[in-house]
């Protein structure tokens, strides 16, 4: 078996930001899609705790498509960045849902 070359895109910094602007992106589109008629910080201040916290949660599920896209592309160290931004993200919803 031959060994693996590794590709500067081959990183865990680059799966952290792919996984963070992901599910940015992702909202966005959630906002221009549903209340494109209202301000987009007036969307987020006027959303409750609890559904803010939901529509985050959903919004990373492509991140799910990404990963799947860095294991098949043998891109290991990518796809441990999109975990670890799903924690970070996962972390971050929990401490808004309780707080």
């Not at 991140?63 to 670890?84: C, E």
């Amino acid at each position: 078996m031959l060994p693996r070359k590794k590709t500067k895109s081959d990183n865990e910094i680059v799966g952290i930001v792919v996984g963070i602007i992901i599910p940015i992106l992702t909202f966005f589109i959630f906002y221009m899609i549903k209340h494109s008629d209202t301000l987009f910080w007036t969307f987020v201040d006027g959303m409750e705790g609890k559904i803010l916290t939901k529509i985050v949660s959903l919004c990373t599920l492509p991140d799910l498509g990404i990963f799947y896209l860095f294991l098949n592309r043998k891109m290991n160290r990518s796809a441990k960045g999109v975990i670890i931004s799903v924690f970070v993200i996962i972390l971050w919803v929990i401490y808004m849902k309780y707080a």
